[in-house]
Nanobody, 114 residues
């Protein structure tokens, strides 16, 4: 089972940008898919963006046009570029890998102030 470590969260003003990173403990070349999820206080965890082994991407409607998911095999990492952040984007963001297991990182806090 792959181990995942997120980083890059923080406090940003509305309209700002952040780039989240998720580093895997091994090669992600054969991982079926990887993605970013988020969970706000009192809410369920929800899908933000996903990238498949073939390179296809998909986004939740509430981030389309603002967030971009990418992958870097050489660093066993995926990223989430978040632009035009809104206060409602405030949440803990989690990295996920579907590698035969349902693997999760520990999460990174993103706080967007108005």
């Amino acid at each position: 089972q792959v181990q995942l470590v997120e980083s890059g969260g923080g406090l940003v003003q509305a309209g700002g940008s952040l780039r989240l990173s998720c580093k895997a403990s091994r090669s992600i070349f054969n991982v079926n898919s990887m993605g970013w999820y988020r969970q706000a206080p009192g809410k369920q965890r929800e899908l933000v963006a996903i990238i498949t082994s073939g390179g296809s991407t998909d986004y939740a409607d509430f981030v389309k046009g603002r967030f971009t998911i990418s992958r870097e095999y050489a660093k066993n990492a995926i990223y989430l570029q978040m632009n035009s952040l809104k206060p409602e984007d405030t949440a803990v963001y989690y990295c996920n890998a579907q590698d035969g297991f349902n693997s999760w990182g520990q999460g990174t806090q993103v706080t967007v102030s108005s």
